[in-house]
C-alpha cells in the first residue's frame, strides 16, 4: 500500500474510497483491500488530531 503522506490526502482517498462504496463501484475481490486500506487512513488521521491537539494544546498553556 502507498505510503500516506499527509491529512489532507489521507482525507481525500477516504473520501475516494467511501464515493466508491457508495456508488457500488468497487468488485467484490476489492473490497477487503479498500477496507484495509481505509482502516490505515482512519488510524492516521486520527493520530494526527490527537497529537495535534495535544500540541496545541501544550502551547496554549505555556501562554
Request: glycine share 0%; hydrophobic share 35%; net charge negative.
Amino acid at each position: 500500500m502507498a505510503k500516506i503522506k499527509d491529512y489532507k490526502s489521507a482525507m481525500a482517498e477516504l473520501e475516494e474510497i467511501l464515493s466508491q462504496l457508495e456508488a457500488n463501484e468497487l468488485e467484490i475481490d476489492e473490497l477487503t483491500t479498500k477496507a484495509k486500506r481505509a482502516t490505515e487512513l482512519i488510524k492516521f488521521c486520527k493520530d494526527k488530531l490527537y497529537k495535534t491537539t495535544e500540541e496545541v494544546n501544550s502551547i496554549l498553556e505555556e501562554k
